[in-house]
């Protein structure tokens, strides 16, 4: 499957993709410090481990780097090895688990947002360790890594988290027809997706 856009229009679409991201990702920084200073207190008392966790994920290009998200489940949570959104609940904090619904574990991405690692919009990134096994099913996902891994995604929003490598490519089409459509707008009205989303409590 290959990507469709008028050439002549990639090269805006991608410039002012990235000023949005940036200004938006600042301003929402800014706006929930107050919030978001009161929730890194929360997380701190609710146990052992950092407050902001990093972990590798791949991104455009097929590169590594590491997200950052507030942590939502107990310190060593995954030292028997990688463990899914959802398949881990019993491991999850009290705290985890209203971040988790509401999708705030997820802030912290907005600053590798303005490292340039990721976008506020595109496939959302996965490890390794799954995209292996994603691959041999469905060799199409690596169209996925044409463009920057999103905060959040068409993925996410229409289909939602996937606790198994089974639902991870189930989720893909929907983010196959993201790269095949993309433009300013279409991320805006994931944008509106996603608010909604998380207002209404629709996460993990």
Do not use: C
Not at 136 to 146: F, G, N
Not at 167 to 183: G, P
Request: positive net charge.
């Amino acid at each position: 499957m290959s990507i469709s856009g008028k050439p002549e229009n990639k090269f805006t679409h991608s410039a002012i993709k990235a000023v949005f991201d940036i200004v938006f990702s600042l301003l929402f920084l800014i706006v929930l410090s107050p919030f978001l200073l009161i929730l890194s207190f929360l997380i701190f008392i609710s146990g052992k481990g950092p407050v902001i966790y990093s972990q590798d994920r791949i991104g455009k290009d097929g590169k590594p780097f590491s997200i950052y998200k507030f942590r939502s489940m107990v310190y060593d949570a995954e030292k028997g090895g990688p463990m899914l959104a959802g398949a881990n609940g019993e491991k999850v904090t009290r705290i985890g688990s209203f971040i988790r619904k509401y999708r705030v574990d997820e802030i912290p991405n907005l600053i590798n947002v303005l490292k340039g690692d990721m976008s506020l919009v595109g496939p959302r990134p996965e490890r390794q360790y799954y995209i292996d096994q994603i691959v041999k099913e469905a060799p199409e996902y690596l169209e996925l890594q044409l463009v920057k891994p999103g905060v959040t995604s068409w993925g996410q929003v229409k289909y939602g988290y996937a606790s198994t490598v089974d639902e991870m490519i189930e989720r893909l089409r929907y983010d196959l027809y993201y790269m095949k459509n993309r433009s300013l707008w279409f991320d805006i009205r994931i944008i509106f997706y996603t608010v909604g989303t998380v207002l209404r409590g629709k996460g993990v």
